[in-house]
């Protein structure tokens, strides 16, 4: 058995096991239990970009499958569509509902988002029941089946092929778009996005991208549910359903494609053995399954906080890592400027918190093909200089200029496009990514797919190319053996150079780093020293907060210091070093 077909093997024979049953003298029950499962597992996929991936809880995505239902029930019913026509319009609708609805949520966070998707869940499943033309309450019937060559989809069994042919579709899609460049930005969101944004990523376009495909996909499910039950009413919508919906994502394993699939299962067939047999054990026929589902997730989150799908995933054949295929061709490389021209000017960059002055009216510059040592005691504003350059912070008075182009006001991955990349005093990476998707998306912004391209696996071509580069880099910073690692496997030393590495993927002018030294040994540092020098000699120009002086003094050809946020000396290394405000400040017994 080759690698690929070990690879795909649970999966066709999970497809297969689907295309046999209803061939089988099973009870219908059964087909109608799958059809839900399938019908539930749409919107469970939907919540696993949304939540499991974007990190946005939502517990208000059974509105969206009302707004399927009843675009498909009006448009049939009241207008005489094809029920294939009203596809579109339900996606269409599910999409233009989602966008005005994501522009306001997306921008909460904490515990206001999930509070936010409580209230428009229940704002939504009331409005249903208010409306005339929808029905109010009594909902709406006659809807027309399904339809294909004169063939009528009448039973559960006839459309069961349906279901489950957009629900293995809408897999496949979510994993192409989860495996490529949009892919990686989305699933940065989860780390909270300040790394994602410095490379270029736009964290409100993102989180709004899966904010509307969650709701298209949940629309999608609510068309076929309109078609399958032939009448609607808001019921099925309400607040109830969204939570049981984010249930079957959370069980079956939050940040799992086929997670969805199998956590949708779970829930519906463990709901209706209790529906069926809980009464009969108790004496009573309230709804105490909900009592069951609250003890199920709370044990889960106990046992597996990532769900179920990952033990199933256990007990398969484990899998071979990910093959980088060979470009057709190589990313262009940006024009360095020519050496000593000043390419990163910083004048009179102010920044207060309140009362509290960070930085104070610092000036310097940098030049290109120069690396600049930034330094300091701790709180003396390095970081935040750092911030206010890259556009993380505002600056409070005082202006920055990039080859003589004003950067102030532009938003970090405006500014990233000048090819400015950074590292992090604390190291900003996604634990549970591999190495070379970490690195990867440091090239955010040299490719261009969007995610119709990377749903329909259109963009394979771009994507073998910027994972190559990706590999590129790891090959020249000596990670080259941890690629298929998950990067919270590494070591601190090794995660200071994984950033690097990513810093590179930009292909950048101006390289920050904030204590990139931090956690190497002796040996390492002086690899790092050597880099650095062959960057420099690339035209590469750096700028550098590190704490270690035998490592700085060895390396930067000018020195720039601040103290409270003030600058007190600049220079080359060895006036810095005998400056007394700087012994007095920095070095002390150091320097003599």
């Not at 499962?37 to 939907?46: D, P, T, Y």
């Not at 989860?178 to 969101?189: N, P």
């Not at 939570?243 to 299962?265: C, H, K, N, R, S």
């Not at 295929?325 to 400027?337: I, K, Q, T, Y």
Request: hydrophobic share 50%; aromatic share 8%; proline share 5%.
């Amino acid at each position: 058995m080759t690698d690929n077909l070990r690879k795909a093997f649970p999966g066709l024979l999970a497809i297969l096991f689907l295309a046999v049953v209803p061939l089988l003298s099973v009870p219908p029950f059964w087909i109608t239990l799958l059809n839900n499962i399938g019908l539930a597992s749409l919107v469970a996929i939907g919540l696993v970009l949304l939540t499991g991936v974007g990190g946005l809880t939502s517990f208000g995505q059974a509105a969206f499958c009302g707004f399927g239902a009843y675009t498909t029930a009006v448009l049939t019913t009241a207008y005489g569509f094809s029920p294939w026509i009203t596809l579109p319009l339900s996606l269409l609708i599910g999409a233009l509902l989602a966008l005005p609805l994501g522009l306001i949520t997306v921008r909460l966070s904490g515990h206001f988002l999930p509070l936010g998707t409580i209230a428009w869940g229940l704002a939504l499943y009331y409005l249903f029941g208010q409306i005339e033309l929808i029905g109010r309450f009594d909902g709406i019937s006659g809807i027309p089946p399904l339809e294909f060559a004169g063939y009528r989809f009448l039973s559960g069994k006839s459309i069961y092929y349906v279901i489950w042919f957009f629900v293995i579709a809408t897999a496949l899609g979510a994993r192409n778009l989860l495996d490529s460049r949009i892919g990686r930005g989305i699933r940065a969101l989860r780390g909270g996005g300040q790394a994602a944004e410095a490379f270029g990523v736009d964290i409100v376009r993102a989180k709004l991208t899966v904010f509307v495909l969650a709701g298209i996909v949940a629309a999608l499910s609510g068309w076929l549910y309109a078609h399958m039950q032939r009448s609607v009413n808001p019921t099925p919508f309400g607040l109830n359903m969204g939570i049981e919906y984010l249930l079957m994502a959370v069980v079956g394993g939050a940040g799992q494609i086929w997670g969805a699939i199998f956590g949708a299962g779970i829930v519906l067939l463990l709901k209706e053995i209790l529906q069926r047999y809980l009464p009969e054990l108790i004496g009573s026929a309230a709804n105490f399954e909900m009592i069951v589902f609250g003890v199920l997730l709370v044990a889960i989150l106990q046992i597996s906080r990532d769900g179920l799908w990952p033990l199933v995933r256990k007990l398969s054949p484990e899998r071979p890592d990910r093959q980088i295929a060979a470009p057709a061709g190589s990313l262009p490389r940006r024009a360095m400027p020519a050496d000593g021209t000043s390419l990163l000017r910083i004048d009179q960059a102010r920044k207060e918190f309140g009362g509290l002055v960070a930085v104070s009216n610092v000036s310097f510059e940098v030049k290109s093909g120069q690396i600049v040592g930034l330094i300091g005691p701790n709180g003396a504003g390095k970081s935040t200089t750092f911030n206010l350059i890259t556009g993380m912070l505002p600056l409070t008075s005082g202006s920055i200029f990039y080859a003589g182009e004003k950067l102030s006001g532009m938003s970090p991955r405006r500014i990233a496009r000048h090819g400015i990349a950074r590292t992090f005093q604390h190291a900003k990476i996604l634990p549970t990514m591999s190495v070379l998707e970490n690195v990867a998306l440091g090239a955010h912004l040299r490719g261009n797919a969007g995610v119709f391209r990377s749903f329909l696996h259109l963009e394979r071509q771009e994507e073998a190319t910027l994972l190559r580069e990706a590999a590129h880099q790891l090959e020249r910073v000596g990670l080259a053996a941890h690629l298929h690692r998950p990067a919270g496997d590494l070591a601190l030393g090794q995660i200071r150079i994984l950033e690097i590495a990513r810093a590179l993927c930009l292909d950048p002018t101006v390289l920050l780093l904030d204590e990139p030294a931090a956690g190497l040994r002796h040996a390492e540092k002086q690899e790092l020293c050597l880099l650095l020098k062959k960057l420099k000699q690339e035209g590469v120009s750096v700028l550098l907060v590190e704490h270690d002086m035998g490592f700085v003094m060895g390396l930067v050809d000018h020195l720039v210091v601040l103290d409270f946020g003030t600058l007190i000396a600049e220079g080359r290394p060895a006036e810095v070093r005998q400056n007394p405000a700087v012994i007095a400040a920095y070095l002390g017994g150091v320097a003599a």
